[in-house]
């Protein structure tokens, strides 16, 4: 794991099994929600923006930032303003920042090639032979 020093496990992101992220390595901005509200929503900022750059991150390898950078960009950005609440909004913005980033680490699984059984490939034959003398059961009628 790619622990910083002085940064204790409490201060810290679990993203994947190998990767945590610090929490001061989220930037979160703020603003007002859009749309109607009252005055509640015209007078507070509860709409939540957090930010991560990854070029500048010290908790990712090279090969992880390029990976992150070529499926999602350079600065992954979430935001949140379903809820009332500054911080259930800041809550559900960085946990949308961290399911983006998990996603972008994924390494996808190679395709391992096979080949139908046999079996399967007879009875899509005899399916494909049945379905032929039907339509052919279906032509005109010849002179007897």
């Known amino acids: 794991m ?41 007078k507070t900022e509860t709409r939540v923006e957090a930010l991560f750059d990854v ?25 949140a303003e379903d809820e009332r609440s500054q911080a259930r909004n800041r809550e559900l913005a960085g946990e949308r920042l961290v399911s983006a980033l998990r996603e972008a680490l994924r390494v996808p699984r190679r395709r391992l090639a096979t080949r139908p059984p046999r079996a399967a490939v007879e009875e899509r034959l005899a399916e494909k032979q049945r379905r032929s003398d039907v339509k052919r059961g279906r032509g005109p009628v010849g002179d007897e």
């Open 55 to 79: 070029d500048s991150s010290p908790s990712l390898t090279a090969a992880q930032k390029q990976r992150v950078a070529a499926r999602a960009g350079r600065v992954l950005r979430a935001v």
């Open 2 to 42: 790619n622990a910083i020093e002085g940064e204790s496990s409490a201060n810290r992101i679990r993203v994947t099994r190998s990767v945590s992220i610090a929490r001061s390595e989220i930037r979160f901005r703020t603003s007002r929600s859009g749309g109607p509200g009252g005055q509640h929503a015209q």
